[in-house]
């Protein structure tokens, strides 16, 4: 007999570890195929809501939020695309080069949730954080975001209608602002059935681990 879960994965384009993350969420879910049947939604979080159009150098911006030193951010990057490696994601070796803002990249996701097909709102996602961490490409440029759009499918000619308007805008912000009330101050973080929370980049045994136990628990 199949379990059924309702998982939210709260996170941001910008976070490396939410790569991370649901590459190795994706792993725990093949392992427990048959037994546990995942529905998937992506919740926004911004790490920079107030970053601006130009962006930002990631040393320079992670210096100012984090008070690191450009080692200390080497010694990190390694352990990143170490952890990526083992959950089956690839970083870019010379790192993502800037910040930028993700608004509009959450914009999208929000629309794919509603709009598109079951598993486009997914594929998205994970074609952002491809364009972002694989190949440091902007995601506030409109050109990433449509050449995403297009890669998994969804429809060019709406998600530009999307990205020229303000729409999904205020469900954006009211679900950040929920998941805030709700404590999530870091990402990625795994809601399961809207009470269990997973917190962190997690490897792949971690995740099935929870899986299972939530599961067995429904």
């Known amino acids: 007999m199949t379990t059924n879960l309702k998982i939210d994965f709260v996170s941001d384009v910008s976070c490396p570890w939410c790569a991370i993350g ?9 392992a427990v ?7 998937m939604h992506f919740q926004p979080f ?37 952890r990526g490696a083992e959950a089956g994601f690839t970083f ?3 790192g ?12 999208l996701l929000a629309w794919a949730d509603k709009e598109g097909a079951p598993g486009q709102q997914h594929a998205l ?8 961490h694989g190949r440091a490409e902007s995601p506030a440029d409109h050109a990433v975001l449509l050449a995403a759009v297009v890669d998994v499918g969804l429809d060019e000619a709406r998600a530009r209608e999307v990205l020229a308007s ?20 870091s990402v990625p973080a795994v809601i399961v059935n809207d009470r269990h929370l997973i917190s962190g980049g997690q490897p792949a045994e971690v995740f099935e681990q929870a899986l299972r136990q939530i599961a067995a628990g429904s």
């Open 96 to 107: 993502r080069g800037r910040i930028w803002n993700t608004f509009d990249a959450h914009r």
């Open 46 to 82: 911004e790490l920079n809501p107030q970053m601006g159009p130009e962006g930002q150098d990631v040393t320079e911006h992670l210096t100012q939020k984090y008070g690191s030193t450009a080692e200390q951010q080497a010694q990190i990057r390694a352990t990143i695309r170490q």
């Open 125 to 132: 996602k994970k074609a952002l954080l491809t364009a972002y």
């Open 92 to 94: 870019k070796p010379e």
């Open 33 to 39: 195929e048959g037994d546990i049947h995942a529905e």
């Open 22 to 30: 649901l590459s190795a969420l994706e792993q725990a879910l093949a």
């Open 166 to 185: 303000d729409a999904f805008a205020q469900e954006v912000r009211e679900r950040e602002q929920f998941y805030h009330r709700q404590g999530i101050h």
